[in-house]
């Protein structure tokens, strides 16, 4: 980004939404950030020689749960008493949301062919009031899945301009810190792209030897052994709201409880087939290399907004679809697809609109709880796809044209 782009209307937006929120939860009292508290006295606790996991640092879900490796990340802040860490990390991700969502941005403008777009800092916050709602409750836990996101759409830009150990080191950092975002390993292993993996492969190996290094070969063993049973401890105790298999759960009783692995296997398979068909066609002499970049990056967006979806998770996590819902803006915006609106106005609605304040806690609850919001998520997705395959089809033709055009 050019630095004379850094002071605009967005970035106004962002911020003054950040310092709302800030302060509005400071007067209400609700500046607890329980998720990051639990980073934080985990560090502590790794420092001082006492439990990491399998301890409740914070009321509801407050065990930590990420991998040893990724603690250390946290420990520059135990430097700090817990009030003043818990503002640099609230800070923090305000100017991540704002960074990222400007990286994603570049990424649709440098690699979808949408043309003549106005209004690009409007564009950007219609975007972000769209994940409004899982930005402040994102904030109030003091979470760190926008910066995954971010570190995400860092690797994938790092990756299409050759940049592979870039790529597969932040790729690396994701998937210790949070595994199941494995998941973005099956564009990498079916388009045969080695370097990364063989960057990722090498990040993963020396993050997770870390702990061994520091706390010695038996402790470390006995930790991961920890790691392993809160993760088992967590996925059966949290209901996974958002998920497909919740879903059908609520709605069909006698679903079995293996139905969840029935559901990832047969989405995961669903996008394995369009990854693969992907490659076929740009495997075609008629497909240039515009398109195929294209592909890797929307299967990219297509597999992290997908997550919520296919794993028990807080829904929170459905901010993973940031990169799809902003591409779908630019292309209604580009094309002029306005139709689309009306497609997107309802699902938007129970996607981002699902709050205490807005719709009373009664309606609030029972959104969430009936697995509507894991559904306008899914639904938004296959919107999603079916504006991509128009976008590209567009494109193709376009290209061909071109090159008749350049024959004659």
């Known amino acids: ?3 004379k782009d850094i002071l605009n209307s967005f970035t106004i937006f962002v911020a003054i939404i950040t310092l709302i929120t800030f302060i509005l ?3 209400n009292g609700r500046f607890h950030l329980g998720d990051f508290m639990v980073y934080y006295t985990a560090a502590e606790n790794l420092i001082s020689g006492k439990p990491i996991y399998l301890v409740s640092f914070y009321s509801g879900s407050g065990f930590y749960k990420y991998s040893p490796t990724t603690l250390f990340i946290f420990l520059p802040y135990v430097f700090f008493n817990f009030k003043t860490a818990a503002v640099i990390h609230f800070f923090i991700l305000g100017i991540a949301y704002w960074y990222t969502l400007n990286l994603i941005r570049k990424l649709i403008e440098d690699y979808f062919p949408l043309e003549n777009i106005k209004h690009v800092y409007f564009l950007l916050s219609v975007s972000f009031v769209c994940i409004l709602i899982h930005f402040t409750r994102e904030m109030y836990l003091g979470n760190v899945n926008i910066l995954l996101l971010m570190l995400c759409c ?3 830009r790092n990756i299409l301009t050759g940049k592979a150990m870039q790529g597969g080191m932040l790729l690396g950092i994701v998937i210790i810190t949070k595994p199941y975002l494995a998941i973005l390993l ?24 870390i702990p061994f290094i520091f706390f010695g070969p038996l402790r470390g063993m006995d930790i991961y052994g920890e790691w392993v049973k809160s993760i088992m401890i967590h996925g059966e105790d949290f209901p996974g709201k958002t998920s497909i ?11 079995p409880e293996w139905g969840i692995l029935v559901v990832f296997f047969f989405i995961c398979s669903i996008v394995i087939m369009f990854i693969l068909r992907n490659i076929r066609m740009e495997k075609q002499k008629e497909t240039d290399t515009s398109i195929s970049d294209m592909n890797f990056i929307f ?6 907004a997908l997550l919520p979806n296919l794993i028990k998770a807080d829904w929170v996590l459905l901010l993973f679809s940031t990169p799809l819902i902003m591409l779908m803006i630019f292309d209604i915006v580009s094309r002029k ?3 689309w609106i009306i497609v997107l106005i309802p699902i938007l609605f129970f996607y981002g609109a699902n709050s205490d304040d807005l719709l009373g806690k009664a309606v609030s609850h029972t959104i969430l709880e009936s697995g509507f919001m894991g559904l306008s998520n899914f639904l938004l997705v296959m919107v999603s796809l079916c504006m991509f395959l128009s976008l590209r089809s567009s494109a193709h033709t376009s290209a061909l044209s071109g090159r008749v055009s350049g024959k004659d």
Do not use: Q
């Not at 079916?190 to 997770?208: D, F, M, N, P, S």
């Not at 298999?245 to 679903?255: A, E, L, N, T, V």
């Not at 299967?299 to 992290?304: H, N, P, R």
């Open 1 to 3: 980004m050019v630095k």
């Open 25 to 27: 939860n400071m007067v």
């Open 154 to 156: 860092l690797s994938i």
């Open 186 to 209: 099956l564009p990498l292993l079916l388009r045969r792209k080695w370097r990364v993996i063989g960057w990722l492969c090498l990040t993963a190996a020396c993050g997770l030897i």
């Open 245 to 255: 298999d919740y879903f059908i759960r609520f709605h069909i009783p006698s679903w």
């Open 299 to 304: 299967e990219w967006f297509l597999l992290i």
């Open 337 to 339: 697809k306005y139709v």
